[in-house]
């Protein structure tokens, strides 16, 4: 998938520009980061896994998210930091308890919103802490997600098998609308994440 050999190029320019102690990734439990931590750990790319990673955690955050960052933690054999508040809050605790960090890589792709005109890397806006944000999914669509994890049997929250799509905390996310099955019965359940339709544009119909 020439989109992956992309991927690992932007990981590995990354770590030629800074050295694996300046830079971290950004990790929320969700299905992009997700793929970005297997895609550092499994890539034999020089000092990747020297690259630290941190979870934001949210105010509200789901009880399954918290346990499959534990799994990720015994996963991959690795330290996972974490740091409570919203991005930005948690960003300028992160600098200023780690002085040396200079780039953050974040799962980000087009389709999510703001994301449309990022570059690769591309420095925080005015306001933010001083930091290079690296972006090696920009070009995956949803489908490239789902296919990378399923065929690399890479572990994921159990809440993308109950028919969230995009999780955010307990008080702004459902699950996805347009995954939702009524039996006859008048039972309702969810169909898996990776089952979504036009999934770029639906995927975040669970967010409130």
């Not at 015994?74 to 974490?82: A, C, D, K, L, S």
């Not at 994301?115 to 920009?138: H, K, S, V």
Request: hydrophobic residues 35%; contains cysteine.
């Amino acid at each position: 998938m020439d989109k992956l050999k992309d991927s690992l190029s932007i990981i590995a320019q990354a770590l030629s520009s800074f050295s694996a102690s300046e830079v971290f990734i950004s990790f929320n439990g969700g299905k992009d980061c997700t793929v970005l931590l297997d895609l550092i750990h499994n890539s034999n790319l020089k000092d990747a896994k020297q690259i630290k990673c941190i979870y934001v955690r949210p105010l509200n955050p789901f009880s399954e998210i918290e346990e499959f960052v534990e799994q990720c933690r015994q996963h991959y054999g690795i330290t996972i930091t974490t740091v409570d508040g919203g991005i930005k809050t948690a960003l300028e605790h992160i600098c200023r308890d780690d002085p040396q960090l200079k780039a953050c890589i974040m799962g980000s792709r087009r389709s999510d919103p703001y994301c449309e005109r990022l570059a690769p890397f591309q420095e925080t806006d005015a306001g933010w802490p001083p930091l290079m944000r690296i972006n090696p999914l920009l070009e995956w669509t949803c489908e490239d997600i789902w296919s990378y994890i399923r065929e690399q049997n890479v572990p994921y929250c159990t809440l993308y098998d109950r028919g969230y799509t995009s999780i955010g905390d307990r008080t702004n996310t459902i699950p996805n609308p347009h995954l939702k099955v009524e039996a006859d019965s008048g039972e309702v359940t969810y169909l898996p994440a990776y089952t979504l339709q036009d999934a770029d544009k639906y995927e975040r119909a669970g967010r409130l």
